[in-house]
């Protein structure tokens, strides 16, 4: 494994959206990388205070959940 592939807080990182339909629950969209973690976080709080379900993604492709609501 090399640098790029853990999961830390160095690195890319962006909002992943879902969608929920009934029982499931599918990503729905994705938005543009951002330089640091934090400035992903900010965007990811905002968009739940407005409703809406999201997760953060690391450029390795680890998602950490912040809705509640999600499937683990």
């Not at 543009?32 to 492709?61: D, I, R």
């Amino acid at each position: 494994m090399n640098r790029l592939d853990r999961n830390s807080t160095t690195g890319m990182w962006r909002v992943v959206f879902y969608d929920r339909k009934g029982n499931r629950v599918e990503i729905d969209r994705t938005g543009p990388w951002l330089p640091t973690k934090q400035q992903a976080l900010n965007w990811a709080q905002w968009f739940e205070s407005h409703g809406y379900y999201v997760a953060l993604q690391g450029q390795g492709g680890a998602l950490e959940r912040r809705s509640s609501g999600l499937p683990t």
